[in-house]
């Protein structure tokens, strides 16, 4: 077989693998979407990958936004609310301490370092109970610091901001600035936090992300009804539809509000993409 021909084989194989990739991860995406648009009825008795006949979907958001006074509302609110300030909070912390392990000398220094490589390795599950009984202690449970705390503590975020800043910031830019008579806080915000807004928006998107989908964290930290974020939030209203004790099932509600919550993560996405595109660049040119 000639080289072409080995050459446009191995990139229809290549296509076609993508082609099976990207439809296994669009499925559910595309499932959720036609289930919105349905009833009760509709949700268990149509065809699950395709409309049915009677489009529901504005009459699932209008239920879905007056159902039991709107609290549906306030999950939102509230995990816009731990998103963010985890998200913000997370990334100053990351920033800082990645910035002086990779161009600060501390004592002690290295070892810091390989116990933070260490914290990257333990589940964040794992932690859950000993911050509850940390939480319990402070008195802060059952309130909005008992989830945001805890997720401002991100050792990828460091590690990769650490990594980022080694290479992105030039030494010499730093020792210019020290000899021009800035402070260590003037370097790192004005020389050493431009270089690394990639590394910063990533470390912010991702803690946003991770922080909007946390269950388990808000499921142990909270049991006010009101200061539920979406994940725990649906979970109610799934068990009592499963349970059928607290009036009508109303699945189709349940769907369309995941189909919302997904809503607010693709726009951040398409939002803060052009400053991952930026960071690909960087190094690039010498």
Do not use: C
């Amino acid at each position: 077989m000639s080289r072409p021909a080995r050459t446009t084989g191995g990139r229809i194989a290549s296509h076609a693998v993508m082609a099976v990739m990207a439809v296994y991860f669009l499925l559910p995406f595309w499932w959720l979407l036609v289930a919105s648009t349905k009833d009760n009825d509709g949700l268990f008795g149509s065809a699950p990958l395709w409309f049915s006949d009677d489009f529901k979907l504005f009459d699932n958001l209008s239920t879905l936004f007056s159902n039991e006074g709107g609290v549906y509302l306030k999950w939102l609110r509230n995990s816009a609310l731990y998103s963010v300030a985890s998200g913000v909070g997370a990334t100053a912390v990351a920033a800082l301490a990645g910035y002086a392990f990779a161009k600060l000398r501390f004592p002690g220094r290295n070892i810091l370092f390989a116990t933070l490589l260490g914290l990257i390795m333990v589940p964040a599950t794992a932690l859950v109970l000993p911050t509850y009984l940390l939480m319990s202690e402070a008195g802060l449970t059952d309130t909005v610091w008992a989830v945001i705390l805890p997720s401002l503590l991100n050792p990828f975020g460091v590690y990769l901001l650490r990594v980022y800043a080694h290479d992105s910031v030039p030494d010499e830019m730093l020792e210019a600035a020290r000899i021009d008579g800035a402070g260590e806080l003037r370097v790192f915000r004005s020389v050493a936090l431009p270089a690394m807004r990639p590394a910063l928006v990533t470390v912010l998107l991702f803690t946003m992300v991770a922080t909007w989908n946390n269950f388990f964290l808000p499921l142990v930290m909270l049991s006010d009804n009101d200061l539920f974020p979406l994940t725990v939030g649906l979970r109610t209203w799934y068990q009592q539809a499963t349970l059928g004790n607290a009036g009508p099932a109303l699945f189709n509600v349940i769907v369309v509000g995941a189909l919302v919550a997904i809503v607010p993560l693709i726009v951040a996405f398409l939002m803060l993409q052009r400053y991952w595109r930026g960071g690909l660049t960087i190094g690039a040119l010498k």
